[in-house]
Structure formats: structure tokens, C-alpha cells
């Protein structure tokens, strides 16, 4: 899962396939890649 840079718009086209890729609404090709469970807690002492 990516998520576009610019707009922040989810990406579910596979990016690594062709890798020029660009955002269907804002035309960047700057991507985040996102883990789906990547969730981190913290726990304070
Ligand atoms: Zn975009």
C-alpha cells in the first residue's frame, strides 16, 4: 500500500511494477510506502 506524497491520496495500484507510476489525482510520483501493522504502543514508565 502506498500513499501519495502530495495529496496523501491511497495508492492501490502496484507501484513496483512498472515504476513510473504516477498519483490519478494529482500526478505526483512521490510515494510513501504504509505497512498495514506497523502500529507501535508505547508504553510510558
Ligand atoms: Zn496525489
Redesign the pocket.
Known amino acids: 500500500m502506498y500513499k ?6 491511497t495508492i492501490l495500484t502496484d507501484i513496483s511494477t512498472v515504476g513510473g507510476i504516477q ?6 510520483k512521490i510515494f510513501y510506502k504504509q505497512r498495514p501493522n506497523v502500529k507501535r504502543v508505547i508504553k510510558a514508565r
Open positions: 501519495c506524497g502530495k495529496c496523501k491520496l498519483c490519478e489525482k494529482c500526478g505526483s
